[in-house]
């Protein structure tokens, strides 16, 4: 950005610098017209002339033309060096103390500067019997600059609003990567704490199950190995969660997809589910379409899909679990819906909840546990299928998740 303004800046610096040779050539045309028009030359050398300062009228009226002259003979010269200045100018002493003749609004500002100037020579300067100075204000010099200099600056300002975009786009990447960053962390502090917790649970019930079986205490025993079993079940879910996550993230990775019948894949998937629902003295209702739902399905991740949905619904009924499964022909699609009684997600988090990592926030952070990962899987799983997932949800109903997937 700086190289580019720097560019423009220099660029302006030169044409500048050309724009006031040509404006100083002009100047000195003007004195080589006045070489050749005596008239002119002298009737202004002698209104110039010191002390003819008269307010006769007839003085006004000459000086009225020749000013008008002046001003005529000035524009064909910048305009035959190709310059529409708007400008006015005045003619004045050698150290502009004094002023003798100014055309209609010319500001007298710093006499050195601004304005370009020559000295008015030959038959001018002897009639007026001292120096005379003529001032040129062109007022829109850098108007005029920029209009020559159009095919440096507008690439030059087009780039600059580019690398400002892109400055832009960068710096809102950069705070979503953080924000992603602190996420992730979180993730991976509750993942550690989830998974020591079972490990921790099963070396402990690993010892007392020895100490039970050396006594010969099987009833213990039993009831030991059973935890074991639990607690390895939580782990094995949370692996699972996990690996969901690397397979999606790993570039090679691909579905094999079969012609299914989704109807089967539910019956599948709730049958091994059962035993949950039961275990929170729960319903789960099937309203499973008459004809087969035929779709090209990866049916591992399908599968994972299902479970992960009806785990929620599960997880997210605290008190009472009503569960209900619905699959049919519509619109053209297969659609699958799971819905729950539980405790609903407020409006402003339905978008989100399929986000990577993103759970509800709930007063109590870990009243349910999750690692927000499970939606996520859902959708991109769903969409890789040429499918869509939409969620309905409010905390008097419960939730329920819509899937629509192509037939085949
Ligand atoms: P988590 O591991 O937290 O369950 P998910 O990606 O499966 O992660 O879900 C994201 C969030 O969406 C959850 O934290 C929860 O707040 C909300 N959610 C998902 N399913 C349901 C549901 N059936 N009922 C209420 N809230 C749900």
Redesign the pocket.
């Known amino acids: 950005m700086v190289i580019q303004f720097r560019l423009l800046m220099t660029g302006v610096k030169l044409e500048k610098q050309r724009f006031d040779e040509r404006v100083g050539i002009c100047l000195q045309e003007l004195n080589v017209t006045l070489e050749n028009e005596l008239n002119f030359a002298d009737s202004l050398g002698y209104l110039l002339l010191s002390g003819n300062q008269s307010a006769d009228s007839s003085v006004i009226l000459e000086k009225n033309s020749l000013e008008a002259k002046l001003n005529r003979v000035l524009v064909e010269k910048l305009i035959n060096k190709g310059i529409r200045a708007d400008f006015t100018f005045a003619i004045t002493n050698r150290y502009a103390t004094k002023t003798w003749m100014k055309s209609a609004g010319f500001v007298e500002k710093s006499f050195h500067f601004d304005y370009y100037n020559i000295q008015l020579k030959n038959r001018v300067l002897a009639r007026a019997g001292e120096e005379r100075v003529l001032h040129l204000d062109v007022s829109n010099v850098y108007k005029i600059l920029l209009g020559e200099l159009k095919f440096l600056v507008i690439p030059s300002i087009s780039f600059l609003i580019i690398l400002l975009i892109c400055l832009w786009f960068l710096v809102k990447m950069l705070r979503k990567e953080e924000r992603l960053n602190a996420v992730k962390n979180e993730f991976i502090n509750n993942l550690t704490h989830e998974l020591k917790t079972p490990v921790f649970s099963i070396s402990l019930a690993i010892n007392i199950l020895k100490q039970h079986l050396e006594t010969g205490n099987l009833d213990k025993a039993r009831q030991f190995l059973a935890m074991i079993g639990q607690e390895n079940e939580r782990l094995k879910t949370h692996i699972e969660?996990v690996l969901e996550l690397a397979t999606l993230d790993s570039p090679n990775y691909q579905l094999e997809k079969q012609s299914t019948d989704l109807n089967e894949l539910v019956k599948e998937v709730i049958e091994g589910f059962k035993i949950k629902i039961e275990d929170r003295n729960g319903t789960l209702k099937m309203a499973l379409s008459q004809r087969p739902l035929m779709a090209n399905l990866d049916k591992t991740h399908f599968k994972n899909v299902i479970h992960?949905?009806l785990?929620?619904?599960l997880?997210?009924?605290l008190e009472k679990v009503e569960i209900m499964v619905v699959s049919k022909h519509f619109e053209g699609s297969n659609q699958l819906i799971?819905s729950?009684k539980?405790?609903?997600?407020p409006i402003e988090?339905q978008k989100k909840?399929?986000d990577?990592?993103?759970?509800?926030?709930?007063e109590n952070l870990h009243e349910?546990?999750?690692?927000?990962?499970?939606?996520?899987?859902?959708k991109k799983i769903v969409e890789s299928h040429g499918g869509e997932i939409y969620?309905e949800?409010d905390a008097k109903n419960?939730?329920s998740?819509f899937i629509k997937i192509p037939t085949i």
């Open positions: 969660k992960n949905l785990e929620n619904a997880k997210y009924s799971i729950d539980g405790v609903g997600i988090h909840i399929f990577k990592f993103y759970r509800v926030p709930t349910v546990k999750g690692f927000g990962l499970g939606l996520n899987y859902v969620v949800s419960g939730t998740f």
